[in-house]
């Protein structure tokens, strides 16, 4: 049985929200240089140089790359031969999240509850999903979730005989809603299949796969080409400015459901795709 200390998790989360704050991924700045050779629209392409520059101005000078520092959301693969010492795991993460963000000098978004609006001050609570896996590691995924895309984000429970292409059509339909508020090129997260919850949790998860690896199953590996094909054909852009980058990804993660049922959920992340992730 591996040992991990409260103290080292605090240490490393605050480590990774700074990090994921001011360097954008290289899966992300690769995206936005091929999308700059892409990108069809003198006015896409100009957006896309900007977000270039800040995404390098960010790195530079070890500032936020976007005022809006997200939501700190982790997933968490739990070894589980691995046995967290000095305190409670999720304890630990919201320690290093208000660590992070407090000695960062990045923006807290979190507030108490949504009635009374209050900001906790910290940016926590994290909001922290554990899968139990086998083996003694701890692998920590982060990303610090921006609101504007999250606030565009869907989820309907379909019927079984709207069948694949009702799937493609409410996919559609929600980046076309969204337009410019989910800070394209976006990063679109599908969920299909599980339950309500579940298929929430899926099109999360789906994000936390760099750019350009696709599913390792060849159809929903061929669902993303279609999709992120299709969707830069909507005309959306770089910012909602027009062009043919509106995504630079799209995911996909399918897992059984019930008969009766079709969950589709479509979450949204915007340029300022932010991860990290550390083994423990
Ligand atoms: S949605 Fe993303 S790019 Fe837009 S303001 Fe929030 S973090 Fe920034």
Do not use: W
């Amino acid at each position: 049985m591996k040992e991990i200390h409260y103290k080292d998790i605090v240490e490393e989360v605050a480590g990774m929200c700074q990090r994921a704050n001011y360097n954008l991924g290289d899966d992300v700045y690769s995206a936005f240089k091929k999308a700059l050779s892409s990108e069809r629209s003198e006015t896409g392409k100009e957006v896309l140089a900007q977000l270039i520059e800040n995404a390098d101005i960010a790195q530079a000078e070890q500032v936020p790359m976007c005022q809006d520092t997200g939501t700190a959301v982790f997933i968490v693969e739990l070894g589980q031969d691995c046995h967290v010492t000095g305190g409670l795991l999720v304890n630990a993460i919201n320690e290093g999240v208000a660590k992070g963000y407090g000695e960062g000098y990045l923006r807290n978004s979190m507030i108490y509850n949504p009635l009374n609006r209050k900001n906790t001050g910290n940016n926590t609570p994290a909001i922290v999903h554990i899968e139990l896996v086998e083996g003694d590691q701890m692998v920590l995924h982060m990303t610090a979730k921006g609101g504007g895309a999250e606030n565009m984000s869907a989820l309907k429970m379909l019927k079984p005989s709207d069948g694949i292409e009702g799937v493609k059509e409410y996919i559609l339909s929600v980046v076309k809603v969204a337009g410019p508020n989910a800070c394209p090129p976006l990063i679109v997260g599908i969920g299909i299949g599980g339950n309500f919850e579940r298929c929430a949790y899926l099109a999360k998860k789906s994000l936390f796969r760099p750019i350009g690896i696709r599913h390792p199953d060849p159809d929903v590996a061929a669902l993303e080409e279609e999709l992120i094909a299709s969707i830069n054909r909507l005309g959306i852009g770089p910012q909602g400015m027009g062009g043919s980058t509106t995504a630079l990804d799209v995911k996909v993660e399918a897992e059984s459901c019930h008969i009766a049922a079709l969950p589709v959920a479509v979450n949204l992340n915007c340029h300022a795709s932010r991860h990290q992730t550390a083994v423990l």
